[in-house]
């Protein structure tokens, strides 16, 4: 596998390490790559398949209708996930985090999964969940505040979104050494945002994950923004050069690019399953919307960025390569926009259809055996509702 970590890569000039800056640097390099930079890329903006001997052979078997089939997860999450902040508009979620732009590295890296193996996210996964089976109603359960948690992590092999940022490295970290304690090949994939790389938890599961060699992937999204914080405030350095200071491998790849990050991920789940331990995978993308529906990214970012990424958009490279192949015709185009249309109908409908629960049907799973401590609090909350039935009567 290519590594980034390679002792001849160039250093950009403000990444010079004998000198420590003492200032905060004006600002991210949030320019989009180019087609020439040093990332991992199998299919570049323009469309045209590039020729890479080292990553190729882990897609050899992506043939156009494969091909295709990635192509139709991207626009059925993309089109959810457009419909998912219009309900938020419309009052019917109390929030969601977006993932437009984030359709290929997504897809690529969750399509690189075997059934058991099993995946520990953050919020903005809903791509992830989507190509792990999750039903089109349970990715909006938590989202509209009826649920603590929206699918049965079993069912999918998919633990639900971790709010708290970069705590489901350790957990992904835990599940690894567990698999391999049981005698199992499964792998387990921790995703994490560029901003969670700057959590103690982080770093903690990079040091256990080395030191047991455990079989995980750090898959990072580096979506150039943590809220309003751009990366480079952050990372001196490309993320995955951080990677080999844990004795991990760091790969970076176009995060844009579905093939080159389905080939990156297989190969890096397949060094885990055979023993050989962690890699960190730093799939550079572009977070395209808010941070969530309560954010205004016109506050911080720069107007002309978005219009720059949205010339790399990971569906509009595939689109290009079908269409120069002759190997996405118009009944098949059709198909996949009424499955996407079909899908983010389901979406609205299950939203709708949810009942209100029982408002003291939240203490009924805080812990699995029953603690004087949650049945006080239960208690009084139970109090406190029935302070407004009688104001009511
Ligand atoms: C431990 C912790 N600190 C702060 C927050 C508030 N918070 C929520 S999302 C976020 C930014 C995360 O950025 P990144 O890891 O890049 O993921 P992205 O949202 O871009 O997918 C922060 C600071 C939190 N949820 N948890
Ligand atoms: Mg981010």
């Not at 219009?86 to 984030?102: D, E, F, H, S, Y």
């Not at 099993?118 to 909006?140: I, K, M, Q």
């Not at 350790?170 to 304690?181: D, E, K, P, S, V």
């Not at 996407?340 to 203490?363: K, N, T, Y």
């Amino acid at each position: 596998m290519r590594s980034d970590v390679s002792p001849d890569r160039a250093l950009r000039p403000h990444e010079d390490q004998g000198t420590r800056p003492t200032t905060v640097p004006d600002g991210p390099d949030d320019a989009p790559p180019t087609d020439a930079d040093d990332l991992v890329r199998l299919v570049s903006a323009t469309g045209e398949r590039l020729t890479d001997p080292v990553h190729d052979p882990w897609v050899q078997d992506v043939d156009d209708d494969a091909l295709v089939a990635l192509y139709e997860d991207m626009v059925v999450v993309r089109r959810f996930d457009i419909e998912a902040v219009a309900l938020q508009r419309q009052g019917q979620l109390g929030l969601w985090p977006p993932l437009l732009g984030q359709e290929a590295a997504q897809v690529g890296s969750a399509r690189a999964l075997r059934r058991d193996d099993f995946v520990f996210s953050s919020y903005r996964e809903n791509g992830v969940a989507y190509c792990r089976g999750a039903d089109p109603t349970d990715l909006v359960r938590v989202w509209r505040g009826t649920a603590l948690s929206g699918w049965d992590p079993w069912a999918i092999g998919m633990a639900t979104p971790q709010i708290v940022v970069g705590a489901q490295s350790l957990h992904a970290t835990g599940y690894a050494i567990g698999c391999r304690l049981d005698g199992a090949d499964a792998v387990s994939v921790a995703y994490v945002g560029d901003g969670a790389t700057s959590q103690g938890d982080v770093h903690e599961a990079m040091v256990f994950a080395a030191s047991a060699s455990a079989p995980v992937v750090f898959f990072c999204q580096n979506n150039q923004w943590a809220i309003s914080e751009p990366v480079g405030l952050v990372a001196r350095r490309p993320l995955a050069d951080r990677a080999p200071g844990y004795g991990i491998p760091g790969v970076r790849v176009d995060g844009n690019d579905v093939l080159a990050v389905l080939a990156v991920t297989r190969a890096a789940v397949d060094r885990a399953r055979r023993g050989e331990g962690p890699t960190f995978v730093e799939a550079v993308t572009y977070r395209m919307g808010p941070h969530t529906t309560s954010d205004d990214p016109t506050r911080y970012v720069d107007v002309d960025t978005p219009a720059q990424w949205a010339a790399r958009d990971p569906l509009l490279r595939v689109e290009r390569l079908l269409e120069s192949r002759g190997a996405l015709s118009e009944d098949r185009s059709g198909e996949i926009k009424e499955k996407a249309e079909s899908f983010a109908h389901q979406v609205r409908e299950g939203c709708l259809g949810l009942a209100v629960p029982d408002a003291l049907s939240l203490f009924d799973h805080v812990l699995v055996t029953p603690s004087p401590v949650v049945e006080r609090q239960r208690d009084e909350y139970a109090a406190y509702l029935a302070m407004y039935e009688e104001v009511e009567r």
